[in-house]
């Protein structure tokens, strides 16, 4: 399969866990949607890949991550998660380092992306 | 087609090149607020291919002054066009 | 984990267990399955072990996603773990009827599911 199935939610994640609550709030976006039964992929971009890391853990003053939440997606189906494959380049990443199965993206495929589905939010 | 509303400039942040790569062939791309600074001759480069499809919010511009400074392929809309360019399109992607 | 201010008790063998203004335990630690009885008993439901079996199973979700499900995850979670016959939103209305997502947090002592109706 080249395509992605298309979906009624994008959900593009842009950064990394624990320096912003960006990561988080997209997620929760993610979850809210899927909860009313909206069909959502994510795609991680940039900085975003760095989501996706094994091995997360608590911050230095125990704060959450949001690793968990990661792995919670299955359980509200979502399964369609796209990751930038120059942003894995630039960070040094492959597939083997993530904690969660991913599509890779090239830039061309990246770019029908947000066209594709029926909503679109960055974070 | 679908219009990317870009806030952030090309000379401070790296949110551009996000932009640009999930742009469509047909899509358009809006600059507002710091954004407007990618409409200037000099910062215009990062734009490179979007001819035609580049556009910059003259509120934004002139509250910079920066009006009457943009490269001439840039195209300068106000509140109004950019309402239009949100009506033609079939929906907006906010990069921030 | 936020704090929120104690709205009203509940009586559990003597002792008085802080609620918040919802319901739910403002300390998560102070579960246990008396705690349980005495939250249905105030919804006039007595818990069976069809009724244990799902807060085991919301109990678990809490441990590994640190998250209370909303009701789809909370329809899947169950039917993997119950099968398939109890992974159904009927099983789970009649266990906990209303909204059993929330009510089904409530009695297994996790906070409220966010993300919910």
Redesign the interface.
């Known amino acids: 399969m080249t395509e992605p199935t298309p979906s009624d939610l994008l959900v593009i994640l842009r950064h990394g866990p624990h320096g912003t609550n960006w990561l988080r709030e997209g997620l ?1 976006a993610a ?2 949607a ?2 009313f ?1 909206r069909r959502v992929s994510l795609l991680f971009m940039g900085e975003g890949v760095t989501a996706l890391l094994r091995g997360q853990q608590a911050g230095p003053l125990g704060q ?1 991550g949001t690793s ?2 990661l ?2 997606l299955e ?3 979502i399964e369609t998660l796209l990751v930038e494959e120059a942003a894995l380049e630039r960070f040094g990443l492959t597939e083997a380092d993530l904690m969660l199965p991913v599509r890779r993206l090239s830039a061309e495929a990246i770019s029908r992306q947000p066209g594709a589905h029926r909503l679109v939010l960055t974070f | 087609m679908l219009l990317h509303i870009l806030n952030r400039s090309p000379a401070a942040s790296r949110v551009y090149q996000q932009a640009l790569a999930a742009m469509g062939p047909e899509d358009r791309l809006l600059l507002i607020e710091d954004g407007v600074q990618g409409a200037l001759p000099q910062l215009v480069r990062y734009f490179d291919g979007l001819q035609g499809r580049l556009f910059a919010l003259r509120e934004d511009l002139a509250a910079r002054g920066l009006e009457g400074r943009c490269e001439a392929s840039v195209q300068v809309v106000d509140v109004d066009g950019f309402v239009d360019l949100t009506e033609e399109a079939e929906r907006t992607v906010s990069w921030y | 984990m936020a704090t929120t201010a104690i709205a009203r008790f509940v009586e559990v063998g003597g002792e008085r267990v802080g609620l918040d203004p919802e319901g739910y335990l403002v300390d998560l630690g102070d579960w246990s399955p008396a705690v349980a009885v005495a939250l249905a008993a105030e919804e006039g439901l007595s818990l069976t072990d069809e009724h244990w079996e799902v807060i085991d199973v919301l109990r678990a ?1 809490y441990e ?4 209370a ?5 909370l329809v ?2 169950v039917g993997q773990a119950l099968g398939p016959e109890k992974g159904r939103s009927i099983h789970l209305m009649r266990l906990f009827p209303g909204s059993p997502a929330k009510l089904g947090a409530r009695l297994a002592g996790l906070p409220k599911p ?3 109706l």
Do not use: H, I, S
């Open positions: 929760d979850l809210v899927a909860a039964g959450k968990a939440t792995e919670m359980m509200y189906d | 979700f590994r996603f640190e998250m499900p909303a009701m789809r995850p899947k979670a966010a993300n919910c």
